[in-house]
C-alpha cells in the first residue's frame, strides 16, 4: 500500500463550481499534514496545513479524520487559477514528508 | 530575495559525466532537503540535512552525494550521469526545531541527460 494515496484525476469542472478532492495515508503515527499545490513545470507550494479540527482558508476547506486516515480538501467557487494539480503531504514520523503524486485540477471557462 | 534558490535552472549534459547543483536558503531554517521528481510527477526524497548532518539519506546510488558546508546550503554532486538521472531535482527547507514541519520549495533544476 502506497504511503499516500490520491486520485490522480483529473477533475474537470467549470467555473464557480465546488470539487472536493480525498487522500488517504498509511501510516497511523503521522501528526501533520499538508495540501500543496503544484502548478506546471514549477515547485510545490504549500496552500495550507490540516488540522485535527479541520481549517478554512477562504474558500479552501480542508479535513482530517485520524480514526479513517483520510484527509480532504474543498475548493469553492473554483477559479480558472485554481488550475493545478495539488498534492497530499503527510509527515513519516523520521522528519521528513512523504508526497502523493498527485490529483489534477482544471477549470473550465 | 528569493527564499529558497537552486542554480543552475536547467542543465544538459551527457551521459558519464559529473556535475554539481547549488542549493541556498535565506529563511533562517536549520533543515535543507533535496527531492527528485521524475517523469511521472512522483516526488521522492533523496536526502535531509539538519544542522549540517545527514539525517536522511534514502535508497539513492551511492554516485549521488550531497553536502552541506553551513545551514544554509546545501548542494548537490551526481558522479557519473546516467540517462535514468533526468528529472527534476527540488531543494526545500524546513524549520524542524519549532516542530512545523512545512516544507518550502526552490524552482527547482531540469536535469536532462543526453
Known amino acids: 500500500r502506497k504511503e499516500v494515496e490520491q486520485d490522480p484525476g483529473p477533475f474537470n469542472v467549470p467555473e464557480g463550481a465546488t470539487v472536493a478532492f480525498n487522500c488517504t495515508y498509511s501510516n497511523s503515527a503521522s501528526q501533520s499534514f499538508f495540501w500543496y499545490r503544484q502548478d506546471c513545470r514549477k515547485e510545490p507550494k504549500l496552500l495550507m496545513s490540516v488540522y485535527s479540527s479541520g481549517n478554512e482558508d477562504g474558500r479552501f476547506t480542508a479535513q482530517l479524520n485520524r480514526a479513517s486516515q483520510y484527509i480532504s480538501l474543498l475548493i469553492r467557487d473554483s477559479k480558472l487559477s485554481d488550475s493545478a494539480t495539488y498534492l497530499c503531504?503527510?509527515?513519516?514520523?523520521?522528519?521528513?514528508?512523504?508526497f502523493g503524486s498527485g490529483t489534477r485540477l482544471q477549470v473550465q471557462p | 530575495d528569493t527564499a529558497v534558490s537552486q542554480t543552475p535552472k536547467y542543465l544538459v549534459t551527457q551521459m558519464g559525466n559529473d556535475k554539481s547543483i547549488k542549493c541556498e536558503q535565506n529563511l533562517g531554517h536549520d533543515t535543507m532537503y533535496w527531492y527528485k521528481q521524475d517523469s511521472k510527477k512522483f516526488l521522492k526524497i533523496m536526502f535531509s540535512y539538519n544542522n549540517k548532518e545527514l539525517i536522511i539519506n534514502e535508497t539513492v546510488p551511492n554516485r549521488f552525494s550531497p553536502k552541506s558546508p553551513d545551514k544554509a546550503h546545501l548542494n548537490l554532486h551526481i558522479n557519473s550521469l546516467e540517462l535514468g538521472d533526468s528529472a527534476v531535482y527540488f531543494c526545500?527547507?524546513?524549520?524542524?526545531?519549532?516542530?512545523?514541519?512545512?516544507?518550502?520549495f526552490g524552482p527547482g533544476t531540469r536535469l536532462t541527460v543526453t
Open positions: 526545500a527547507s524546513s524549520q524542524a526545531a519549532s516542530g512545523r514541519w512545512e516544507q518550502y
Open positions: 503531504v503527510v509527515d513519516t514520523g523520521r522528519r521528513a514528508l512523504t
